[in-house]
């Protein structure tokens, strides 16, 4: 595994013929392993990756989620562990180190962290060949309060002008050589806003339940569809993954 996590999702997208990633986010349930094995045998040929999720990454143990992490390496996908991570710099190490070691391709953190522990997130993801999915605007009714709420652009008393943090947040992703961003498909002003800037591929969740639609996503700059309980708790998951990939084409 010599390349990129940005190639390797690229590949497996194009390999596939999906950039659907499933949130594989299953309510409790006694039966949990066998249904994550059931659902990623079924759905395995429409997508491009798996994102897990506290769903999973709690009640797993550390050997769950390696043995998880191997069999999505078996069908040819990417894993993405979503955590958020949002810590200081020796804390985000661990995480970072622990994750690799369980076989997760990238993982998504808050910039709300700021530059340093940003760029030395990316810089041990990388060392690690794993990518760094920052967030920019969330999908969630309430992510107006906080990222796109107005700030200040430096950090002095004298400085002036007032932007929306996921201004900032962009251009704190873009600095930091970051391997894609997180906006969500609910805002589809937002999401063209911020997708006419990007440099790195975008990846909305936000569709379906959520509220947001494939085709605006799809027409306003989303690379890669973040999808869980619309696929999952659909009465057949393959057929609407099939539909949502005709929608998309
Ligand atoms: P669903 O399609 O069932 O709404 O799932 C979306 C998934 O993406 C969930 O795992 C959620 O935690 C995550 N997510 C989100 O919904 N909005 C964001 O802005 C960022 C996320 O990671």
Do not use: W
Not at 50 to 76: C, G
């Amino acid at each position: 595994m010599t390349e990129s996590f940005r190639h390797r999702i690229a590949q497996a997208s194009r390999d596939k013929g999906s950039s659907i990633i499933l949130a594989l986010d299953p309510q409790e349930r006694p039966d949990l392993r066998e249904y994550v094995y059931r659902v990623i045998d079924k759905l395995h040929n429409h997508i491009c990756a798996v994102k897990i999720n506290f769903h999973l990454i709690l009640p797993f143990s550390f050997s769950d989620l390696r043995e998880l992490n191997e069999v999505i390496h078996n069908h040819q996908l990417q894993s993405i562990a979503d955590i958020k991570l949002n810590d200081i710099g020796e804390t985000d190490d661990i995480a970072i180190s622990y994750l690799s070691k369980m076989g997760f391709d990238a993982v998504i953190v808050n910039p709300f962290i700021g530059k340093n522990e940003l760029l030395s997130i990316v810089k041990k993801t990388h060392e690690l060949n794993c990518g760094t999915i920052a967030l920019v605007y969330m999908s969630h009714e309430g992510a107006n309060e906080g990222y796109g709420a107005l700030v200040k652009r430096g950090t002095s008393p004298s400085d002036t002008g007032f932007v929306p943090m996921y201004n900032l947040f962009l251009e704190l992703a873009h600095s930091c050589n970051v391997d894609g961003i997180v906006v969500g498909a609910t805002q589809p002003k937002i999401l063209r806003q911020i997708s006419a800037e990007k440099k790195v591929p975008i990846y909305s969740p936000g569709i379906g339940k959520q509220g947001g639609t494939i085709a605006d996503a799809a027409e306003n700059g989303t690379d890669y569809f973040i999808i869980g309980r619309s696929i999952l708790e659909s009465n057949d998951p393959l057929q609407e993954i099939l539909s949502i990939l005709r929608t998309i084409s």
